[in-house]
């Protein structure tokens, strides 16, 4: 049997990048005691660097207190071994990066570890759920909860539902993210879900006018602003999610949906020139200590 709402008391968090450190930051703000795990060495530790940034941001504009920093702080241990921080858990979160083996691999080792009544979620923004959950023995209690980034920030949470997802599991991952302030939909386990379906779409389509000429980034970017209400325009966004992860989720959706996803040449060839976006410093703009230059 599922743990409880109320029972969730330690959440371990895998991957402690882009998503995982954010992931980790919110769990503990609501009370939780969190296990950040990272393969790659020091990486746990930066990821808890940059939630004491965040943190430290929250107070100085007024929306955290000092008290309520330190204690988020407190509650978050980076762990150097997967099993371990997998160990008298109740539910693992999986950030690892877009790729179906490593996610497989890792929920390999987690469900083995792990209590039979955890809850398993993986942040994957459009692989197929099913798939992953093939890994383990109960593929029930296996969703998908893609938060988005920043996590300390957007109120997303898309809770994906597999064939074989036991609706208590759905259910649970829902009434979680709604403990952390979070507004959760959910939708069926179907190729890029539904944001990375439908925002793709719209940043494919402002690549592709940057290649054509059509606009410059910026002006693009301005149109949907102030034109359609968007907070952020898409080639914006696509520099703060990263060029090489739209790549990804783009080539899949080639496969899996049709043509209409087919990655610009300017995406690919900012990739490969290593322009991500904003963790590399440039993609369709220029990021100097985290800011548009």
């Keep these: 049997m599922l743990v409880s709402l109320e029972q969730i008391q330690t959440v371990t968090v895998v ?18 005691r969190v296990r950040l795990y990272d393969a790659i060495a020091g990486a746990a530790a930066a990821g808890l660097a940059k939630i004491a940034r965040n943190l430290d941001k929250g107070v100085e504009l007024g929306k955290v207190t000092a008290e309520a920093r330190d204690a988020a702080l407190g ?12 160990d ?48 383990v023995a109960n593929p029930g209690r296996l969703v998908g909860m893609h938060f988005f980034n920043p996590v300390h920030v957007m109120k997303l949470v898309e809770v994906v539902r597999h064939a074989s997802a036991d609706a208590a599991a759905v259910a649970l991952a829902v009434a979680y993210a709604e403990k952390l302030g979070k507004t959760p939909i959910t939708v069926a386990d179907s190729p890029g879900f539904a944001s990375s379906r439908l925002g793709l779409v719209i940043g494919l389509e402002a690549m592709r006018m940057v290649e054509q000429g059509v606009a410059s980034a910026a002006d693009i970017d301005t149109a949907m602003k102030l034109g359609y209400g968007h907070p952020m325009g898409p080639l914006e966004l696509t520099d703060l999610v990263g060029l090489d992860v739209r790549l ?6 080639t496969g899996a949906i049709g043509p209409s996803f087919t990655p610009p040449q300017v995406l690919r060839d900012k990739v490969a020139a290593g322009k991500l976006g904003k963790k590399s410093g440039e993609g369709f703009y220029r990021w100097v200590d985290g800011k548009r230059a």
């Design 15 to 32: 991957g402690a990048g882009t998503m995982g450190h954010g992931i980790a930051h919110v769990c503990a703000q609501v009370g939780a």
């Design 248 to 253: 990804g989720i783009a080539e899949y959706l």
């Design 88 to 135: 008298a858990t109740d539910l693992v979160i999986e950030a690892v990066p877009e790729r179906l083996e490593l996610k497989r691999e890792v929920f390999g080792v987690v469900d083995r570890a792990a209590p039979a009544g955890a809850l398993l979620a993986t942040n994957t923004s459009s692989l197929p759920i099913a798939d992953i959950a093939a890994s």
């Design 75 to 86: 509650r978050i241990t980076a762990v150097a071994e997967l099993a371990a921080a997998c």
